[in-house]
């Protein structure tokens, strides 16, 4: 029986994987936190969201029973 | 028991199912009073949801005492003025009448208009011809030249194509939409292939059918220049294409997008013909050399009911070279604008693909509930009009539908589907 090199060595946990490498962001909502990290060289996809109804809890109530 | 979103989701999916299923037909140029009956004398078909003189943009009253004056309603343009303010005239909107007419949208007793049959439900809509450039009734024109052209349309050119067409026994719209798509149009700012396409099948019975030998020339003429001159067709199209997918209870889909120039107007399938109005906004977009945003009015005309069936700012990636002409952006914008009606629409139609998006079909079947929860606005390409009368175009740009129509629309759907006030 061998002994592998991983079965001697912890694998890095995903959060230590994430901080030993350059940024990936994921920016959701407002774009000027996407924009400012872009021009910063960090790699970042925007999603463009707003709240549903744009916030407008009545509409946003009034598609919930509309099924959207 | 079906739930409301069953209900809901079975209605779109047939109302969107009848857009599709269309089979637009252009068949025939007929006078308006055959076409439409219930024209009469001082009757004036108009673009947009209703409105009357005191609140009629400069355009639109230029084109109004223009079109009185073609009619022989006044004298001359100060007497239709005088007779409009008094009230001597009906305002109606076109699409009360099976209608539809681009940017001031005049439609009159004696005026040509185009005949698009719908096959597959029998329905017919209708349209003016359109004008050409320049100085035209549509952007509000009213001089001598103007009523001159129109005089030709009725008395020259409409005649004519009604031969040519019903030699031909109509011309199936819905491949050369098709291929127009592949050749850089999206049939509201730009239908240089669709009308390219429409004349290399129009020419020969147009040749067949005229015996006038100095017609003709003319008459091809006036069609090979203008590139624009699809889009009347495009419209009636549209049209034809929507009206039997109103009425459908419980449909949250758009049936009807317009604009007369004050307001903007919505219509649902499942509110029937409800209009839902808010201001019209100012359309965004370049001026011709002379002309500033200064000088733009908002927004006109019942040409967004391409919109309504997939087109124009809807199928803004098929025409990469209109999102420049409109400035909107980056022609590799194109297809965003495309993508983002995908938000608010119930299907891709899968007879209507952009090549530039590997051809998926343009996004169709605005669904208002989709556009309030998202907050995205249907994106329309339009022309600018002076907005003083008698001016005409001063440019081109892109108009957002004002997300207040599609919240009315909302209440006034719900209201309809649960039988009960909310909120």
């Given at each position: 029986?061998?002994?592998?090199?991983?079965?001697?060595?912890?694998?890095?946990?995903?959060?230590?994987?994430?901080?030993?490498?350059?940024?990936?962001?994921?920016?959701?909502?407002?774009?000027?936190?996407?924009?400012?990290?872009?021009?910063?060289?960090?790699?970042?996809?925007?999603v463009a969201w707003s709240p549903p109804a744009r916030g407008d809890a009545r509409l946003a109530a009034l598609l919930g029973k509309l099924g959207s | 028991m079906r739930s409301l979103q069953q209900s809901i989701e079975t209605a779109n999916a047939e109302t969107v199912r009848r857009i599709f299923a269309a089979d637009p037909v252009l068949v025939d140029v007929i006078p308006a009073r055959e076409a439409i009956p219930a024209l009469g004398p001082k009757l004036i078909l108009h673009a947009g949801p209703p409105v009357d003189w005191a609140r009629m943009c400069g355009p639109m009253r230029g084109a109004v005492t223009g079109i009185a004056v073609f009619e022989g309603w006044a004298h001359d343009l100060a007497d239709a003025e005088t007779q409009a303010a008094a009230g001597a005239y009906t305002f109606r909107p076109n699409h009360d009448f099976g209608a539809v007419g681009p940017m001031t949208g005049m439609?009159?007793?004696?005026?040509?208009?185009?005949?698009?049959?719908?096959?597959?439900?029998?329905?017919?809509?209708?349209?003016?011809?359109?004008?050409?450039?320049?100085?035209?009734?549509?952007?509000?024109?009213?001089?001598?030249?103007?009523?001159?052209?129109?005089?030709?349309?009725?008395?020259?050119?409409?005649?004519?194509?009604?031969?040519?067409?019903?030699?031909?026994?109509?011309?199936?719209?819905?491949?050369?939409?098709?291929?127009?798509?592949?050749?850089?149009?999206?049939?509201?700012?730009?239908?240089?292939?669709?009308?390219?396409?429409?004349?290399?099948?129009?020419?020969?019975?147009?040749?067949?059918?005229?015996?006038?030998?100095?017609?003709?020339?003319?008459?091809?003429?006036?069609?090979?220049?203008?590139?624009?001159?699809?889009?009347?067709?495009?419209?009636?199209?549209?049209?034809?294409?929507?009206?039997?997918?109103?009425?459908?209870?419980?449909?949250?889909?758009?049936?009807?997008?317009?604009?007369?120039?004050?307001?903007?107007?919505?219509?649902v399938s499942g509110t029937g013909d409800q209009w839902f109005t808010a201001p019209v906004e100012m359309p965004q977009g370049l001026y011709f050399p002379g002309f500033t945003a200064a000088d733009a009015n908002p927004d006109m005309g019942d040409s967004a009911i391409v919109e309504t069936v997939g087109l124009g700012g809807f199928a803004m990636a098929a025409a990469p070279a209109v999102v420049g002409f409109v400035g909107a952006g980056r022609a590799s914008d194109a297809a965003v604008f495309t993508r983002s009606m995908g938000e608010i629409t119930w299907a891709p139609n899968p007879e209507w693909t952009i090549p530039q998006l590997d051809n998926a079909g343009v996004p169709t079947g605005i669904d208002i509930r989709r556009v309030v929860e998202t907050g995205i606005a249907p994106t329309i390409n339009t022309g600018i009009a002076h907005r003083k009368p008698g001016v005409g175009q001063v440019g081109a740009g892109v108009v957002k539908a004002p997300l207040g129509c599609f919240e009315a629309a909302l209440d006034a759907f719900a209201l309809k589907v649960t039988g009960s006030a909310t909120g």
């Open positions: 029986m061998s002994n592998t090199s991983d079965a001697r060595t912890p694998a890095p946990s995903p959060a230590a994987a994430l901080l030993a490498g350059p940024p990936q962001v994921i920016n959701i909502g407002l774009e000027g936190f996407a924009q400012d990290l872009a021009r910063a060289g960090a790699a970042v996809v925007h | 439609t009159t007793l004696s005026q040509p208009l185009l005949v698009v049959e719908n096959r597959a439900f029998g329905n017919r809509a209708y349209c003016a011809v359109n004008e050409g450039l320049g100085k035209v009734m549509r952007f509000g024109g009213n001089d001598a030249e103007v009523l001159a052209r129109l005089a030709w349309l009725r008395d020259g050119l409409g005649p004519a194509l009604g031969r040519a067409l019903r030699e031909l026994g109509g011309i199936p719209l819905k491949p050369i939409i098709a291929r127009g798509l592949t050749m850089g149009d999206e049939m509201h700012q730009r239908n240089v292939g669709c009308s390219s396409l429409l004349l290399r099948i129009l020419a020969p019975a147009l040749a067949r059918t005229t015996s006038d030998n100095a017609a003709l020339p003319e008459i091809l003429g006036f069609i090979g220049r203008n590139d624009q001159f699809f889009l009347n067709i495009a419209m009636a199209m549209g049209k034809a294409m929507t009206d039997p997918a109103r009425n459908i209870e419980h449909s949250s889909i758009v049936t009807a997008l317009c604009r007369n120039g004050t307001d903007f107007g919505v219509r």
